[in-house]
C-alpha cells in the first residue's frame, strides 16, 4: 500500500442515490468514504433554506476525509448523481494511516494540490472582469476539452451566457 486510495482496497460498497443524503451534519463521525463514481457536495444548510456547497467530490475522491480528526460532520453529505461509495470505519482507516506512512503522505499531497488549486480559484474569482477571470484560468489549466465550458463557467463563477459572450468576443 503506497496510496491513501489503496486502504479502501476490497471495503464494501454502497450506492447513494442522487439527492439522497449519505450523512447529516452534526451526525457522529464513524466511517470514511472514497467517492468510486458520480458526485457528493457536502453542504452546509443556511437560516434562509439555501444549502452552500463547501465540496464536490467525485470518483476517485475521498469525501469529508478531514473529519478523520473531528467528532461530528461539519455539513451534510449529499448525492448530486447516483453515487458508488467505497466505506470503512474510521478506526480503521486511521490505523491504515499510521501502518503505512508512504499512505499518509500521499493523502497530504492530495490535500496540498486541492489547497492549491483552491488558492488559485479564490484569486481568480477576486478579479473583477469575466475576461480576466478566463484569461487566469486558461492559463493555469489550458483549453478545456470540448463540452466542458459550462465547468470552467461554474469554477471562474460566471453564468454560462457570460463565459461564452467572452468566448465569441475572443472569436472575433
Avoid at 14 to 39: H, I, K, N, W
Avoid at 52 to 59: E, F, K, Q, R, S
Avoid at 138 to 162: F, K, M, N, T, Y
Amino acid at each position: 500500500m503506497s496510496h491513501w486510495r489503496d486502504i479502501f482496497e476490497g471495503a464494501p460498497t454502497r450506492t447513494v442515490a442522487q439527492g439522497a443524503c449519505l450523512f447529516r451534519r452534526e451526525d457522529p463521525v464513524r466511517t470514511m468514504y472514497l467517492v468510486r463514481s458520480g458526485s457528493i457536495a457536502l453542504e452546509r444548510p443556511l437560516r434562509d433554506g439555501t444549502a452552500l456547497t463547501l465540496h464536490v467530490a467525485t470518483g476517485g475522491m475521498a469525501l469529508a476525509e478531514a473529519s478523520v480528526f473531528a467528532t461530528t460532520y461539519h455539513c451534510d453529505a449529499v448525492a448530486r448523481s447516483e453515487a458508488e461509495v467505497a466505506f470503512l470505519p474510521r478506526a480503521t482507516f486511521r490505523r491504515a494511516l499510521r501502518a503505512c506512512p508512504d499512505a499518509a503522505l500521499s493523502l497530504i499531497e492530495t490535500h496540498a494540490h486541492e489547497v492549491q488549486a483552491q488558492r488559485a480559484r479564490i484569486e481568480i474569482l477576486r478579479l473583477r472582469r469575466v475576461s480576466d477571470r478566463l484569461e487566469a484560468w486558461l492559463d493555469l489549466h489550458g483549453a478545456p476539452a470540448p463540452g466542458e465550458w459550462i465547468r470552467v463557467a461554474d469554477q471562474i463563477g460566471v453564468s454560462p451566457p457570460a463565459l461564452y459572450r467572452e468566448l465569441a468576443r475572443r472569436r472575433s
